[in-house]
């Protein structure tokens, strides 16, 4: 399977959580900045050709910033640079909803778009304000409308809890709003202020009122019951869809199989080297420009840390990681490396093997972060 990863950096507006790798979008150089990535992709392309691209995800930043004439020059290049078969793949794009007019949205669709990733947060006017995010709750639903006329059926959107003010009954009114829309595919997150972000500075000055860890664990228990009782699975920590509905680029991730990373503070993983571009926008289009890749930073990994993503990617997902997977990739009997972390976990509840598979337990779901550490060799 390859997958690849395309970064647009550009935000109309910074949210107060948001440590990604963005800009604010007046008077950056949009078009500049599409070639550069174009040729990014040509140029690494060139040094590692790719037979067949079964997923392409276009996320930043914020891709729908980008006006249709951007998008259309952007998709076309994409279509043009990668062996994407249409009928087979999955190409998703992130949105905002305050983004998605009808135009746009076709001229996705033209180019073979068939997934969206809609940031929604919350249902609650009050607290998108609060946030810092600039759409509307009107906007979520005229955005859902837009996208269905146009022939978008597979369809997510993501939703944030734990945000500062909020109530668990606020909670299950977003939850119950989000799931009257009747979507194939939903992502729930729990907010980590982040260093670097406006909510972080708020926290330092003691400005910052968030739910509590008891709130919190309340409101990851309802969202996985209430799920569950719509008929979404839980295939990973925060992802829930109906059957056949999966994200598969981000199965890529939690596989820890390859994939290419393009454009600013972009990542890729390919063979045995994770790489990452440099992030701010002149850094990164300058050596292209140049004729030069923009990569700030090589990683060769070693068998161990193989290993360890192997496992704190693997765990997060609802299956688990695979025995017999393991043993094949690596030659090395799961057991042998991780007798000690498995067996305590699993004493505790936190962890259940089940026939080939090794896996967090529905208790461990809220504990993954605990979990994960001690399949570090070195902590
Ligand atoms: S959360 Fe998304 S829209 Fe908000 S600033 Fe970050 S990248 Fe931009």
Redesign the pocket.
Known sequence: MTAVYIHIPF?E???Y??D?N?VFLEGQPVDQYIDTLLLEMKMRLEERPVENVETIFVG???PTTLTPKQLDKLCGGIRELLPYDEATGEFSFEA?PGDLSLDKLEVMRQHGVNRLSM?VQSFNQDLLKKI??IHTVADVYQSVKNAHQVGFENISIDLIFSLPGQTEEDFKDTLSKALALDLPHYSAYSLIVEPKTIFYNLMQKGKLILPGQDAEANMYGYLMDTMAAHGRQQYEISNFCKPGYESRHNITYWANEEYYGFGAGAHGFLGDTRYSNAGPLKKYMTPLEAGELPTFQTKDLGLNEHIEEEMFLGLRRTKGVSISHFKEKFGKDMFDVYHEPINRFVDKGLMQVEGDQVKLSRQGRFLGNVVFRDFLFER
């Open positions: 935000c507006h910074i949210c959580y948001c990604f963005k930043g930043g914020t905002n940031g810092g995010r």
